[in-house]
């Protein structure tokens, strides 16, 4: 180990060519100290004449480095070899990089192949011990990186046989010398076969039994397994060309790495003596963080783990997802398709070499320790219950919010034209022709195609919000939910959430009265969004606090923005702290979000421009920026709407009003009334209110009779209950 250490420490200190400079176009290299080496994409002709590299003589057929003044390149992979390393074949000292041999050589030969150096050449000025650098690094150095069938057999295709079984006797495949069976690779032309996980081991791997550099796969020549001490046999080996450690595949790959079986039966041996091993580190195939006491290892695949974690269970439930059940796994790459790179608890990266917790209905990914942290609800699950536990929470509580009253087949897909729904007295029909000025009743937004519409009312619901179910499970909330909704026409609510006011659709908590808008709720029901004013997904902070628990008598608010008014962050797009209780923050950069920004409709209407004007996060002109409707400046940091045909620019509560969310001019009759009231806005010529006589100056009722003056206030409770009782 000390051997190995020390050499790739001085692998590290001397390279020929920095891994920093490597990256540039242009070089400098020891070899060539005349002029600068360009990096050139491909190289397959010069002077109708084979380019050879200038430093293992080898032909050059992809990226190379070049002299534009000399006859002089060299492979990417020749110029950033160490200047100095150390090998067993000699151990006595250090040998060291030179461009060609030594000048007072007559002939240089290698002492290890005995064949002629005539450019690059490690070299050991005390002992004169020569090797060239084919022999210093082994075979394959210099091969492309490849999967096995592509150079196991170069001369002819390989045709996939993904059922076929193999019963006659000498039939083996050509990698690992087993006899073939299941699916495989075979040549036509020769009695050539590849067993399918053979032909498509990957060209380079990490094992923690050799942490300090990946191997890579080369062509075999009877090396010895440094794991199993024996002799390899396959026809090709895992191997380090710096510290000449090799596995055969068959220690790289072993049962336990490539069983789907979660009930896989680890043999867990401690690896040494504890007093022996306190000074040795290790990072843990389990759960992916150090330990410096005595690991355990899995005599079957190497695997080496804390003791906590042997019992690691299998499968648990968390209410931090919206998926019942995560998966533990010690190799993600094998497990999961399109893996994220970041734990959807506590939104810090994830290293997938080693194990964590995934959802199998989705890419969500967490760290063991912080699975197992938020885990008040989780519970490990038998093997016998699997199917049952794959039901999903969505599954759970999947009644409809509406009744199919007419539907139409067209081919396989159905289409549902006619419905009746709870929140609507009629029934409403599908529609796609859209107006830009109607508006969702369900989420107050912007109406989009296909919508559902009534045919004797101004009452429309877009098919979000139709297919929401009446019951639903939100993971920051420890009872179901339910969509409701009032039929008082100007009955309004505040969300919990945004704290804005609205009226429409929203999901309530019965136990603690929990009132989240519908235009909220689609939003954070995902462990992360992407939004549209920001390059990197966006999560909601995970910690035990953030379950809402159910306070009867009181609203069941979230923690983290509630109490602490100090530590609330400033919101990105509109830079207020103190209106949305609830932020969104970037999994990469300090981007934070309120949810009254995150939620603002892409599009808006105002009477002052006849184009819709769209949300606009950045104006790379904005030199004086003003907003055209109330004529005083904006802050050119923030978000603002913007009609691009009329240079019209806006911030968004002077674009989308006081009320954003509440329909105006909609009408309904009270008792205490004899005329029909209708729901409005005063800006100006306030006049005084019918029951407390204070000027309305903000949301009101006003009666439509052009007759009769009667206005009371709305959002004064013993006023507008006035109508009422």
């Given at each position: 180990?000390a051997?190995q250490?020390l050499?790739?420490a001085?692998?590290?200190?001397?390279?020929a060519?920095s891994?920093?400079?490597?990256r540039d176009?242009?070089?400098?290299?020891?070899?060539?100290?005349d002029?600068?080496?360009?990096?050139?994409?491909?190289?397959?002709?010069?002077?109708?004449?084979?380019?050879?590299?200038?430093g293992?003589?080898?032909?050059?057929w992809?990226p190379?480095?070049?002299c534009?003044?000399?006859?002089?390149?060299?492979?990417?992979?020749?110029?950033?070899?160490?200047r100095?390393?150390?090998?067993?074949i000699?151990?006595?000292?250090?040998?060291?990089?030179?461009?060609?041999?030594?000048?007072h050589?007559?002939?240089?030969?290698?002492?290890r192949?005995?064949?002629?150096c005539?450019?690059?050449?490690?070299?050991c000025?005390?002992?004169?011990f020569?090797?060239?650098?084919?022999?210093?690094?082994?075979?394959?150095?210099?091969?492309?990186?490849?999967?096995?069938?592509?150079?196991?057999?170069?001369?002819?295709?390989?045709i996939?046989?993904?059922?076929?079984?193999?019963?006659?006797e000498?039939?083996?495949?050509?990698?690992?010398?087993?006899?073939?069976?299941?699916?495989?690779?075979?040549c036509?032309?020769?009695?050539?076969f590849?067993?399918?996980?053979?032909?498509?081991?990957?060209?380079e791997?990490?094992r923690?039994?050799?942490?300090?550099?990946p191997?890579?796969?080369?062509?075999?020549?009877?090396?010895?397994c440094d794991?199993?001490?024996?002799?390899?046999?396959e026809?090709?080996?895992?191997?380090?060309?710096?510290?000449?450690f090799n596995?055969h595949?068959?220690c790289?790959f072993?049962?336990?790495?490539?069983?789907?079986?979660?009930?896989?039966r680890?043999?867990?041996?401690?690896?040494?003596?504890?007093?022996?091993?306190?000074?040795i580190?290790?990072?843990?195939?389990?759960?992916?963080?150090d330990?410096?006491?005595?690991?355990?290892?899995?005599t079957?695949?190497?695997?080496?783990?804390h003791?906590?974690c042997i019992s690691?269970?299998?499968t648990?439930?968390t209410?931090?997802?919206?998926?019942p059940?995560i998966?533990?796994?010690?190799?993600?790459?094998?497990?999961?398709?399109?893996?994220n790179?970041?734990?959807?608890?506590c939104?810090?990266e994830?290293?997938?070499?080693?194990g964590?917790?995934?959802?199998p209905?989705?890419?969500?990914?967490?760290?063991?320790?912080?699975?197992?942290?938020?885990?008040?609800?989780?519970?490990?699950?038998?093997g016998?219950?699997?199917?049952e536990?794959?039901?999903?929470?969505d599954?759970?509580?999947?009644?409809?919010?509406?009744?199919?009253?007419?539907?139409?087949?067209?081919g396989?897909?159905?289409?549902i034209?006619e419905?009746?729904?709870?929140s609507?007295q009629?029934n409403?029909?599908?529609?796609?022709?859209?107006?830009?000025?109607?508006?969702?009743?369900?989420?107050m937004?912007?109406?989009?195609?296909?919508?559902?519409?009534?045919?004797?009312c101004n009452?429309?619901?877009?098919?979000?919000c139709?297919e929401?179910?009446?019951?639903?499970?939100?993971?920051?909330?420890?009872?179901?939910?339910?969509?409701?909704?009032n039929?008082?026409?100007?009955?309004l609510?505040?969300?919990?959430?945004?704290?804005q006011?609205?009226r429409?659709?929203?999901?309530?908590?019965?136990?603690?009265?929990?009132?989240?808008d519908?235009?909220?709720?689609k939003?954070i029901?995902?462990?992360?969004?992407?939004?549209?004013?920001?390059?990197?997904?966006?999560?909601?902070p995970?910690?035990?606090?953030?379950?809402?628990?159910c306070?009867?008598?009181?609203?069941?608010?979230?923690p983290w923005?509630?109490?602490?008014?100090e530590?609330?962050?400033?919101?990105?797009?509109c830079?207020?702290?103190e209106?949305?209780?609830?932020?969104?923050k970037?999994v990469?950069c300090?981007?934070?979000l309120g949810m009254?920004?995150?939620?603002l409709?892409?599009?808006?209407?105002?009477?002052y421009?006849?184009?819709?004007?769209v949300?606009t996060?950045?104006?790379?002109?904005?030199y004086?920026?003003?907003?055209?409707?109330?004529?005083e400046d904006?802050?050119?940091r923030?978000?603002?709407?913007?009609?691009?045909?009329c240079?019209?620019?806006?911030?968004?509560?002077c674009?989308?009003?006081k009320?954003?969310?509440?329909?105006?001019?909609?009408?309904?009759t009270?008792?205490?009334?004899?005329?029909?009231?209708?729901?409005?806005?005063?800006?100006?010529?306030?006049?005084?209110?019918?029951?407390c006589?204070e000027?309305?100056?903000?949301?009101?009722?006003?009666?439509?009779?052009?007759?009769?003056?009667?206005?009371v206030?709305?959002?004064r409770?013993?006023?507008?209950?006035?109508?009422?009782?």
């Open positions: 180990m051997y250490s050499a790739l001085q692998h590290l200190s001397f390279p060519l891994s920093e400079r490597a176009m242009e070089v400098e290299h020891f070899s060539h100290p002029h600068p080496l360009i990096l050139i994409n491909q190289v397959l002709e010069y002077s109708c004449e084979l380019v050879l590299c200038s293992c003589e080898g032909p050059i992809g190379c480095y070049s534009t003044c000399c006859y002089f390149f060299l492979h990417k992979t020749c110029a950033v070899l160490p100095e390393i150390e090998r067993r000699h151990p006595r000292h250090p040998l060291h990089l030179l461009a060609k041999p030594p000048s050589y007559t002939t240089c030969v290698c002492d192949c005995r064949k002629t005539n450019s690059f050449v490690y070299h000025s005390f002992c004169e020569d090797l060239d650098i084919k022999c210093a690094f082994q075979p394959g150095f210099f091969y492309v990186d490849s999967q096995a069938h592509q150079f196991a057999h170069k001369d002819h295709p390989l996939l046989n993904k059922e076929k079984e193999y019963h006659g000498g039939v083996m495949c050509s990698v690992c010398k087993e006899p073939m069976s299941g699916p495989s690779y075979s036509t032309s020769c009695n050539f590849l067993h399918k996980k053979c032909a498509e081991l990957p060209p791997i990490k923690h039994i050799h942490p300090e550099h191997l890579r796969l080369l062509p075999n020549q009877d090396m010895i794991f199993c001490n024996k002799t390899c046999y026809s090709f080996v895992y191997c380090c060309f710096f510290c000449e596995l595949i068959k790289a072993p049962p336990c790495i490539d069983a789907a079986d979660q009930n896989q680890h043999q867990f041996r401690r690896l040494l003596n504890p007093l022996s091993f306190k000074s580190s290790f990072t843990c195939n389990a759960c992916g963080t330990g410096d006491g005595s690991p355990f290892m899995c079957t695949c190497h695997l080496v783990v003791e906590e690691l269970p299998g648990l439930e209410a931090l997802h919206h998926h059940r998966i533990h796994t010690y190799h993600p790459q094998q497990c999961i398709e399109s893996i790179k970041y734990c959807g608890i939104r810090r994830v290293d997938t070499e080693y964590v917790y995934y959802c209905d989705c890419e969500f990914v967490a760290h063991v320790k912080c699975s197992r942290e938020y885990g008040d609800s989780a519970t490990e699950t038998a016998e219950n699997e199917e536990h794959r039901v999903t929470v599954d759970q509580f999947m009644e409809p919010s509406f009744r199919v009253v007419r539907e139409i087949k067209h396989e897909e159905r289409i034209q419905i009746e729904h709870f609507h009629h409403l029909i599908l529609n796609d022709k859209v107006d830009d000025d109607l508006k969702c009743d369900g989420c937004l912007p109406i989009s195609t296909p919508f559902y519409s009534c045919v004797s009452f429309f619901l877009d098919k979000t139709i929401l179910p009446r019951r639903k499970k939100w993971h920051y909330h420890e009872n179901q939910l339910t969509l409701s909704w039929r008082g026409s100007h009955h609510y505040n969300c919990d959430v945004c704290n006011d609205f429409g659709l929203r999901y309530t908590c019965a136990i603690c009265g929990l009132c989240i519908v235009r909220c709720f939003s029901l995902k462990d992360s969004f992407k939004h549209g004013g920001h390059e990197h997904p966006l999560y909601l995970a910690s035990r606090k953030n379950i809402l628990r306070n009867i008598g009181g609203r069941g608010l979230p923005a509630a109490d602490d008014r530590n609330i962050p400033h919101c990105s797009g830079c207020v702290s209106e949305s209780k609830v932020f969104f970037c990469v300090d981007f934070k009254k920004c995150a939620t409709p892409y599009k808006a209407r105002h009477e421009d006849d184009h819709p004007l949300l996060y950045i104006n790379a002109n904005d004086q920026p003003s907003c055209i409707i109330c004529e904006r802050d050119p923030l978000w603002f709407y913007r009609c691009e045909e240079d019209f620019d806006a911030h968004p509560e674009a989308l009003g009320y954003p969310y509440v329909k105006l001019g909609v009408v309904s009270y008792p205490k009334h004899p005329h029909p009231l209708a729901v409005v806005v005063k800006t100006e010529d306030y006049p005084a209110c019918d029951t006589g000027p309305c100056d903000d949301l009101a009722v006003e009666c439509t009779d052009p007759n009769c003056s009667f206005i206030h709305r959002k409770r013993q006023c507008y209950e006035s109508l009422i009782w």
